[in-house]
């Protein structure tokens, strides 16, 4: 392999799929550097890590809860296809977990990207330092009123080591990167931060994830296991989408942040911890404890600081700065020219109404950059559907469904000057929907 190659280790606690692995990690133009299980030595440089263990799932579960990461993102390669396995490597920092031979193209495409990015960290090395530069606070970028009172705020409750925090918005506005710099500027920034999103985690398995599980607690826990809160013990925990918590865990939750004392499910011992929590949420959480869904006590409980982020539609020229940042990071991510943003894409950055809001911004950009000829922004490549206006215009028709709906929401909106539970009564829909539809969750 060239010397100049970019390195993945690989962490052999197994030797299944390894020849795979070696041939996967030799098309993608990628060092594979192997170490072995006993070797206990901090992880060197790398671009990613691999950890085997086909047929030693269990090991490879303890090798990541142990793990010095630093920074590097890491895989666990497999042989069960068994989603609890994902979610607990997931949990101990992991990126994915693989299950060969069924996940073997999914890996392929990962190594491959890995490869792509390893490429184009080195040929852009002085870009590549000033990402890592931008840190917690740093690295939300805008300078709109709006937002820089939120931040403002947030750096006011960071340095305040206890506090709970609730941070509101719509998808896709940062609300998990404002939680990462409220840590990292926090006295518990050399501890660990840990997040868990509520919502991707099915209910049977939520109060495992949070809380850990003694050995035998249920079919399937072959030993025992600290949750979340333990992980994050120093630290802070962050429940992205608490609003979806499930009804009957809700008191536990509610009773674990009172006492800072948790019990293992299927253990009889009280473990103490010290966490900061910091929950987020796009659900409006007072209307949820209106409808029963969400339980006021825990609402309170979490509610100490609300934040809210601003969406992009309110944010003056913050997209236009947002875009230009994609544009440098995914062209050297992608190897293709950085181009200028030109009269007629800047117009269109400011008009669009962004559901998706930051989310939308960046699947935009990336999707010009890769359609459009090199070196150019085209704006027709920037939306897979013509964008919708935020009001003052006819409903698209003939149009598919699900975009005269959203037209219809928006238009609505505009006419009651953006009051999204006065819009949703005139349109005769409950506001969760109207805000599903608004995040582009058309069933």
């Given at each position: 392999m060239a010397?100049?190659?970019?390195?993945v280790i690989?962490?052999?606690?197994?030797?299944s799929?390894?020849?795979?692995?070696r041939?996967?990690?030799g098309d993608?133009g990628l060092?594979g550097?192997?170490?072995?299980?006993?070797?206990?030595?901090?992880?060197?440089?790398?671009?990613?890590?691999?950890?085997?263990?086909g047929?030693a799932?269990?090991?490879?579960?303890?090798?990541?809860?142990?793990?010095?990461?630093?920074?590097?993102?890491?895989?666990?390669?497999?042989a069960?296809?068994?989603?609890?396995?994902?979610?607990?490597a997931?949990?101990?920092?992991?990126?994915?977990?693989?299950?060969?031979?069924?996940?073997?193209?999914?890996?392929?495409?990962t190594?491959?990207?890995i490869?792509?990015?390893?490429?184009?960290?080195?040929s852009?090395?002085?870009?590549?330092?000033a990402?890592?530069?931008?840190v917690?606070?740093?690295?939300?970028?805008?300078?709109?009123?709006?937002?820089?009172?939120?931040?403002?705020?947030?750096?006011?409750?960071?340095?305040i080591?206890?506090?709970?925090?609730?941070?509101?918005?719509?998808?896709?506005?940062?609300?998990?990167?404002?939680?990462?710099?409220?840590?990292?500027?926090?006295p518990?920034?050399?501890?660990?931060?840990?997040e868990?999103n509520?919502?991707?985690?099915?209910?049977?398995?939520?109060e495992?994830?949070?809380?850990?599980?003694?050995?035998?607690a249920?079919t399937?826990a072959?030993?025992?296991?600290?949750?979340?809160f333990e992980?994050a013990?120093?630290?802070?925990?962050f429940?992205?989408e608490?609003?979806?918590l499930?009804?009957d865990?809700?008191?536990?939750?509610?009773?674990?942040?009172?006492?800072?004392?948790?019990?293992?499910v299927?253990?009889?011992t009280?473990?103490r911890?010290?966490?900061?929590?910091?929950?987020?949420?796009?659900v409006?959480?007072?209307?949820?404890?209106a409808?029963g869904?969400?339980?006021?006590?825990?609402?309170?409980r979490?509610?100490?600081?609300?934040?809210?982020?601003?969406?992009?539609?309110e944010?003056?020229?913050?997209?236009?700065?947002l875009?230009?940042?994609?544009?440098?990071?995914?062209?050297?991510?992608h190897?293709?020219?950085?181009?200028?943003?030109?009269?007629?894409v800047?117009?269109?950055?400011?008009?669009h109404s962004?559901?998706?809001?930051?989310?939308?911004?960046?699947?935009a950009?990336?999707?010009?950059?890769?359609?459009?000829?090199?070196?150019?922004?085209?704006?027709?490549?920037?939306?897979?559907?013509?964008?919708?206006?935020?009001?003052g215009?006819p409903?698209?028709f003939?149009?598919?469904?699900?975009?005269?709906i959203?037209?219809?929401?928006l238009?609505?909106?505009?006419r009651?000057?953006?009051?999204?539970?006065?819009?949703?009564?005139?349109?005769?829909?409950s506001?969760?929907r109207l805000?599903?539809?608004?995040d582009?969750?058309?069933?």
């Open positions: 010397g100049g190659a970019s390195s690989v962490v052999k606690l197994s030797e799929f390894l020849d795979s692995v041939t996967l990690l993608a060092e550097r192997e170490r072995r299980s006993a070797d206990d030595s901090p992880l060197q440089p790398g671009v990613a890590c691999l950890v085997m263990a047929g799932e269990p090991d490879g579960l303890d090798w990541l809860e142990g793990a010095k990461f630093d920074g590097i993102p890491t895989y666990l390669i497999g069960a296809a068994d989603h609890r396995l994902a979610v607990g997931i949990a101990r920092g992991a990126r994915d977990y693989f299950a060969l031979p069924s996940d073997l193209d999914l890996l392929r495409r190594v491959e990207r490869g792509r990015e390893g490429r184009a960290s080195v852009v090395e002085g870009f590549a330092a990402e890592r530069s931008a917690g606070f740093d690295a939300i970028i805008g300078r709109s009123p709006v937002l820089t009172t939120s931040l403002a705020n947030a750096r006011r409750v960071a340095a080591k206890d506090v709970t925090v609730l941070i509101g918005g719509e998808t896709g506005t940062g609300k998990e990167l404002l939680a990462k710099a409220i840590h990292l500027h926090s518990r920034a050399k501890a660990p931060f840990v868990i509520c919502a991707a985690i099915p209910a049977n398995l939520l495992s994830e949070l809380f850990g599980h003694e050995r035998g249920f399937g072959i030993a025992a296991k600290p949750g979340l992980a013990d120093g630290g802070t925990l429940l992205d608490v609003g979806h499930p009804l865990l809700q008191p536990k939750l509610l009773r674990a942040l009172e006492s800072r004392e948790l019990r293992r299927g253990g009889q009280i473990k911890f010290d966490v900061r929590v910091i929950a987020a949420t796009h409006d959480l007072a209307q949820a404890v409808g869904t969400f339980r006021e006590d825990l609402y309170y979490l509610n100490v600081v609300q934040l809210v982020l601003p969406p992009l539609r944010r003056g020229d913050d997209v236009v700065e875009a230009e940042a994609f544009l440098a990071r995914l062209a050297a991510q190897e293709l020219p950085n181009p200028p943003i030109g009269v007629d800047r117009s269109a950055l400011r008009s962004w559901p998706g809001n930051i989310r939308e911004l960046k699947n950009i990336e999707r010009a950059l890769v359609l459009s000829p090199p070196g150019t922004l085209a704006l027709d490549a920037m939306w897979t559907t013509p964008p919708i206006r935020d009001g215009g409903i698209p003939p149009a598919p469904l699900t975009t005269i959203r037209a219809a929401v238009e609505t909106l505009a009651v000057d953006g009051n999204k539970s006065e819009a949703a009564r005139r349109l005769g829909i506001r969760p805000q599903r539809i608004l582009g969750e058309i069933e």
